[in-house]
């Protein structure tokens, strides 16, 4: 059996989803003081080419609210809290610029295909309280063709805003994790397909 034979039916990790030899959950949790609320689509949470995955693994205080499971539809109001600010990461025209905030964050980020997470987006933004944000990450490493230079994968946009709000271990955390998956994934991939 040749090499690629062998990586082709590699069994992938449940958690980080990435083939067993390149998994990556030995990575440490950290906390972070704005508390990060992922809200992927159903559809795009199994994919190994989803990153935000990385903030629900890699952050201990990231919630993980799943967007369109026919099984368990998403009260999104259950999202909000008493007496925080409720920040959606999402690029738009309404959109400011992120930093620092005083008191307590919920910070929303809606996850999935750029379609998918437009469209939690606008629901999301349609919630008593939500103020849409953005950030300006440099370019990254990614799995996925991004359309626009302004769109990054979800753990290295979840990463800027970190940065954005003061929080700059768990955001170096967050990126590092992101660029040894995303880095490993294209290896793999290398491995079992050629690059187009
Ligand atoms: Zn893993």
């Known amino acids: 059996m040749t090499p690629r034979g062998r990586r082709r039916v590699a069994p992938r990790c449940v958690r980080c989803r990435l083939h067993l030899p390149d998994c990556v959950c030995d990575a440490a949790r950290l906390p972070t003081r704005a508390r990060v609320v992922l809200v992927p689509h159903a559809v795009d949470?199994?994919?190994?080419?989803?990153?935000?995955?990385l903030a629900a693994l890699f952050l201990s205080t990231c919630e993980l609210a799943v967007f369109g499971r026919r099984d368990r539809p998403l009260d999104l109001e259950s999202l909000l809290r008493e007496q925080q600010t409720h920040l959606l990461l999402h690029p738009g025209p309404d959109a400011a610029p992120l930093g620092p905030v005083d008191g307590p964050v919920r910070l929303l980020v809606p996850d999935g295909s750029w379609r998918q997470a437009g469209r939690i987006a606008s629901r999301l933004a349609r919630l008593p309280g939500v103020a849409r944000v953005r950030v300006d990450p440099p370019p990254s490493p990614a799995l996925r063709r991004a359309g626009s230079p302004d769109r990054v994968a979800t753990a290295f946009a979840i990463a800027a805003a970190l940065d954005?709000?003061?929080e700059p271990a768990p955001a170096a955390h967050l990126r590092s994790v992101a660029e040894v998956m995303v880095a490993r994934a294209l290896r793999a991939r290398g491995k079992l397909s050629p690059p187009r």
Not at 45 to 53: A, E, I, L, V
């Open 45 to 53: 949470w199994d994919q190994p080419s989803n990153t935000g995955r």
């Open 164 to 166: 954005a709000l003061g």
